[in-house]
C-alpha cells in the first residue's frame, strides 16, 4: 500500500469518526458577535478517549505525537467574543516553538525583507505600535463599562498578561501578491509591499495589521489544529476556518477603536478589497465550492457594519478619543 494510499484511509476514518459523533458539535452561529450565546466548543475533550485504535493511529501520524497532543486539548477563552474553545498548547509554548522558526524564516528571506529604516517599515511599524497597547486598553474598558452590569462580565477576560511578554515583530516584504500573515501566536507579523501599493492610508494599513493581531490574541493557530492538518476533510475544516477569519475582522475592528482609529475603517478596507478582487457573485460562488478559508469581503464589510457590532466599536472610539489615550513611547511593545 502507498504512503498516499495510507494518508487517505487514514482521514476517512477521521471523518467516518466526526460523522458519527456530530450530534456532540455545537453548531457555529455565523454572526457570532451579535450571537447571546458566545459559547462555542468544537469537539468536547473526551471525544479522542472514545475513538477507535484506528482513528488513534490517524491522529498520530503527524511526528508520531498529534494524538498526544489533540488529547492534551485545553480550553481558553477568546478576548472580545468570550468564545471558548480547544487550543493545542500554553501561549508561552507556542512562542517558544514560533520564536526560532520566524528567526529563519528571515534569514531565508532576507533578500525579500525591506531595511527596517525604509520609510514604509517605519510606517507600518507605528502603527503596529498603536494597535498592540489596545489589546488590554480596550478590555480593560468594556471591563469597567460591564461591572455591576451583564451577568457574563464574570467569565470576561480581564487582560492578556502573555501578550506583553511576546516579542512583536512586523515586517514588510517584497511580494506582489495582496499578503499579510502572522506566525501563529508568537506576534510575528508580515506585510507585503502589494499591500501597500494598493491600500495607502493609514485607517487601511491599520485594519489590516489589528486583522492580523485579532488572531493572535484568538490563538487561532493553536485550535482545532488537526482540520487544517488534513486535507481529506478540508470540507469539515472551512467553516471553522472561516469563522476564524470572522472573528478576527471583529476583534480587529474592536482593536482598531481601541488604539483611536475610526472602526469604519474596517468594513470600508473589506469593501476596497472586494473590488480590487474583482469579486462577484460567481466568485463568491466558486470560493464556497472551491472551500477557500476567507469569506467574500462583502460578507465580510456587512457583519461589521451591523449595528450592534459597529455600535459596540463606537463606544470603544468615544472612550479613547474623548480621554485622550494613545501610544506611550516608554510601553513600546516593539522596542
Not at 499591500?195 to 489590516?208: C, H, K, N, S, V
Not at 460578507?299 to 489615550?325: F, H, I, N, W
Request: hydrophobic share 40%.
Amino acid at each position: 500500500m502507498t504512503s498516499s494510499t495510507s494518508h487517505v484511509q487514514h482521514g476517512i476514518a477521521i471523518i467516518v469518526a466526526i460523522f458519527r459523533r456530530l450530534p456532540t458539535v455545537v453548531p457555529v452561529h455565523q454572526d457570532y458577535c451579535t450571537s447571546p450565546q458566545r459559547l462555542v466548543t468544537h469537539l468536547p475533550s473526551h471525544w479522542c478517549a472514545q475513538a477507535s485504535p484506528k482513528v488513534r493511529s490517524a491522529l498520530s501520524i503527524h511526528g508520531g505525537s498529534g494524538f498526544n497532543v489533540y488529547r492534551s486539548y485545553h480550553y481558553e477563552t477568546v478576548p472580545y467574543t468570550n468564545r471558548t474553545h480547544a487550543v493545542f498548547c500554553s501561549a508561552q509554548r507556542a512562542r517558544n516553538i514560533i520564536d526560532p522558526y520566524f528567526a529563519d524564516y528571515k534569514k531565508e528571506h532576507a533578500s525579500e525583507i525591506i531595511d527596517p529604516k525604509h520609510h514604509e517599515s517605519v510606517r507600518v511599524r507605528d502603527i503596529a505600535l498603536r494597535i498592540v497597547p489596545a489589546i488590554n486598553r480596550g478590555l480593560a474598558i468594556k471591563r469597567k463599562k460591564s461591572q455591576g452590569g451583564e451577568a457574563s462580565s464574570q467569565k470576561m477576560t480581564v487582560r492578556l498578561d502573555w501578550v506583553d511578554k511576546l516579542n512583536w515583530e512586523v515586517i514588510v516584504v517584497e511580494d506582489k501578491r495582496i499578503r499579510a500573515e502572522c506566525f501563529a501566536s508568537g506576534g510575528k507579523i508580515i506585510v507585503s509591499t502589494r499591500i501597500l501599493d494598493l491600500f495607502r492610508t493609514d485607517d487601511e494599513i491599520a485594519a489590516i495589521l489589528a486583522h492580523e493581531v485579532g488572531h493572535v490574541i484568538a490563538r487561532h493557530s493553536c485550535e482545532i489544529k488537526l482540520f487544517v492538518d488534513w486535507f481529506p476533510i478540508r470540507l469539515l475544516a472551512t467553516p471553522f476556518l472561516r469563522r476564524n477569519e470572522l472573528e478576527a475582522d471583529y476583534l480587529g475592528m474592536l482593536l482598531l477603536a481601541a488604539a483611536g482609529f475610526d472602526p469604519h475603517g474596517a468594513p470600508l478596507f473589506y469593501d476596497k478589497m472586494g473590488k480590487i478582487n474583482g469579486e462577484s457573485l460567481l466568485t463568491n460562488f466558486l470560493s464556497c465550492i472551491l472551500f477557500q478559508v476567507h469569506p467574500s469581503s462583502k460578507k465580510r464589510s456587512r457583519l461589521l457594519l451591523q449595528p450592534k457590532v459597529m455600535e459596540e466599536a463606537m463606544e470603544l472610539y468615544r472612550e479613547v478619543t474623548s480621554d485622550g489615550q494613545g501610544y506611550d513611547k516608554d510601553l513600546d511593545p516593539l522596542n
